[in-house]
């Protein structure tokens, strides 16, 4: 099975921007991936997700100001963060499938 790898996370003020990176260690089967985060003392929840055909779906808290993309070649999607704000902050999870997790990056959005 493939293993993810999330890196891009850090440290970022508000307004800001920060690009996100998930590559996987091969060939994945699933047709759905994509970015969920979990904020310190709160259930993991959706960020965006993108098919294998570049489909894609936004959390309404995300939807203009964040942009996830896919190099199927490459074996990586990204998540660009735009205009971020400090209910932004938290570790920031890659996944396809809702099967294969990476370990997560965090994000923090603080002045």
């Known amino acids: 099975q493939v293993q993810l790898v999330e890196s891009g996370g850090g440290l970022v003020q508000p307004g800001g921007s920060l690009r996100l990176s998930c590559v996987s260690s091969g060939i994945s089967k699933y047709y759905m991936r994509g970015w969920y985060r979990q904020a310190a003392g709160k259930q993991r929840e959706l960020v965006a997700t993108?098919?294998?055909?570049?489909?894609?779906n936004y959390a309404d808290s995300v939807k203009g100001r964040f942009t996830i993309s896919a190099d199927n070649a490459q074996n990586t999607i990204y998540l660009e963060m735009n205009s971020l704000k400090p209910e932004d902050t938290a570790v920031y999870y890659c996944?396809?499938?809702?099967?294969?997790w990476g370990e997560g990056t965090l994000v923090t959005v603080s002045s």
């Open positions: 993108i098919t294998t055909t570049y489909i894609t």
């Open positions: 996944t396809h499938g809702l099967q294969v």
